[in-house]
């Protein structure tokens, strides 16, 4: 079963592709502080991933045993 992602809501991925299939539009993604712009298109899954602005670091952040999940926010509605 594949869902959508909501309209202007946040979900959390390990794998960003797999969380984006089936959506197509652009979307503010972050990982590990580190935010992106991404473009996705059905079929596609990620059409582009461009970073933007600075890593923010966080100097009280403990050590992960498992990478960071990708947090994505739809940046605009679907029609």
């Known amino acids: 079963m594949q869902t ?3 309209i ?4 959390q991925h390990p ?3 797999e969380a984006l299939r089936g ?11 580190q ?3 991404v473009t996705a298109a ?7 991933l461009r970073p933007v602005g600075r890593k923010i ?6 050590m992960q045993s498992a990478p960071e999940p990708w947090a994505n926010r739809s940046a ?3 029609q």
């Open 23 to 33: 959506d197509s539009g652009t979307f503010f993604c972050q990982q590990s502080g």
């Open 76 to 78: 605009k509605a679907r």
């Open 4 to 6: 959508k992602l909501p």
């Open 35 to 37: 935010g992106y712009i």
């Open 57 to 62: 670091v966080e100097a009280s952040v403990l």
């Open 42 to 48: 059905e079929g596609f899954s990620i059409k582009s």
């Open 15 to 17: 794998d960003l592709a």
């Open 8 to 11: 202007n809501g946040t979900v």
